[in-house]
């Protein structure tokens, strides 16, 4: 089942992907964030977040690969 991930100030919530729902919602304040598949509304945020985190472990583990390279090479080109 999908989700859409809507936010108000600091709140997540989860609804059932459902478009007359999701506009009554955005009509009151909320803001759309994501449409995650999960299977209840608890499952849809805790994707949310881990897909989130993923997001930001990608560059940094590129990162922490890439600087000893770009050292060595600057090390033995001087």
Same mark, same amino acid.
């Given at each position: 089942m999908d989700f859409y991930i809507?936010?108000?100030?600091?709140?997540?919530?989860a609804i059932p992907a459902n478009e007359n729902s999701?506009?009554?919602? @955005?009509?009151?304040?909320?803001?759309?964030i994501d449409?995650?598949?999960?299977?209840n509304e608890t499952?849809? @945020?805790?994707? @949310?977040?881990?897909?989130?985190?993923?997001? @930001?472990?990608?560059p940094l583990l590129i990162a922490l690969i890439a600087l000893p390279v770009i050292f060595g090479i600057w090390y033995s080109l001087s």
């Open positions: 809507l936010k108000k100030q600091q709140e997540l919530i999701c506009k009554q919602y @955005l009509d009151s304040g909320y803001f759309y449409k995650v598949a999960a299977c499952n849809a @945020l805790k994707r @949310l977040q881990s897909k989130q985190t993923k997001t @930001l472990k990608k």
